[in-house]
C-alpha cells in the first residue's frame, strides 16, 4: 500500500484547507487510517484517525470541531477538511493506514500505523 498525501498550502489564520491521502498498491486496508502531523523541532503528534468499521472517528483535542475526515470510497481517497485554521497547526501533515488493526487499538499511537504518506506541508500565517 502506498499513501500520497497532498493538499497542503500558505493559508492565513481562520483559512482553510482540504489535504488528500490517496492509497495505492494492493487493496487498501479498509481498517482505520490516521492524520498526523510534525512542526519543527517537535515529535509527531496525532490529529484525526477513523476506524472504517463502526466508523468512529477520534480527534486531538486541538483540532475538536475544526477538521473532519471524509473519504470517496470510489477513489481510495480520504480527506482531511480543516477550518479556522491557527498559526499553531502549520506543520507537515502525514497520513497513515495499518495493515491490521486489533480491537482496542489506539488510533493515537504511532505504532498503530504500518504505512506512511510522504507528508504534505501546511503554513498558517498570522
Known amino acids: 500500500v502506498q499513501l500520497q498525501a497532498s493538499g497542503g498550502g500558505l493559508v492565513q489564520t481562520g483559512g482553510s484547507l482540504t489535504l488528500s491521502c490517496a492509497a495505492s498498491?494492493?487493496?487498501?486496508?479498509?481498517?482505520?487510517l490516521g492524520w498526523f502531523r510534525q512542526a519543527p523541532g517537535k515529535e509527531r503528534e496525532f490529529v484525526v484517525g477513523?476506524?472504517?468499521?463502526?466508523?468512529?472517528?477520534y480527534s486531538a483535542d486541538s483540532v475538536k470541531g475544526r477538521f473532519t475526515i471524509s473519504e470517496d470510497n470510489a477513489k481510495n481517497t480520504v480527506y482531511l477538511q480543516m477550518n479556522s485554521l491557527k498559526p499553531e497547526d502549520t506543520a507537515v501533515y502525514y497520513c497513515?493506514?495499518?495493515?491490521?488493526?486489533?480491537?482496542?487499538?489506539?488510533?493515537?499511537?504511532?505504532?498503530?500505523?504500518?504505512?506512511w504518506g510522504q507528508g504534505t506541508q501546511v503554513t498558517v500565517s498570522s
Open positions: 497513515a493506514a495499518p495493515s491490521s488493526l486489533v480491537p482496542g487499538a489506539d488510533l493515537s499511537d504511532r505504532r498503530t500505523y504500518t504505512y
Open positions: 498498491g494492493r487493496t487498501f486496508s479498509r481498517y482505520a
Open positions: 477513523v476506524t472504517w468499521s463502526g466508523r468512529n472517528t
